[in-house]
């Protein structure tokens, strides 16, 4: 059980910092249309499209807190994990 744990706290930890990254390459507009950037996507969107719609439902702000509401969802599923295997 602790070799699953730490796999999952690991897979977490990766998704977290893809989300960063790929939060930090949108900024630079010319690397929107990279490779990188679209590979990047396919790994985050599904993680961040239903957090997006629930945001926009109910905040229309121009500036997408997507990314930061996920790495503390991810974050929190992390202690969740601690708890439950420690």
């Known amino acids: 059980m602790y070799i699953l744990a730490i796999s999952l706290i690991k897979l977490l ?23 990188l950037y679209e590979v990047l996507s396919m790994v985050t969107d599904p993680i961040e499209e239903p957090i997006r719609q629930v945001l926009y439902r109910y905040v229309s702000l121009p500036i997408d807190f997507s990314p930061v509401v996920a790495i503390l969802l991810i974050g929190l599923m992390k202690n969740l994990v601690y708890i439950i295997f420690w």
């Open 13 to 35: 930890d990766l998704i977290s910092f893809i989300i960063l990254i790929q939060c930090l390459l949108s900024w630079i507009p010319s690397i929107r249309m990279s490779k």
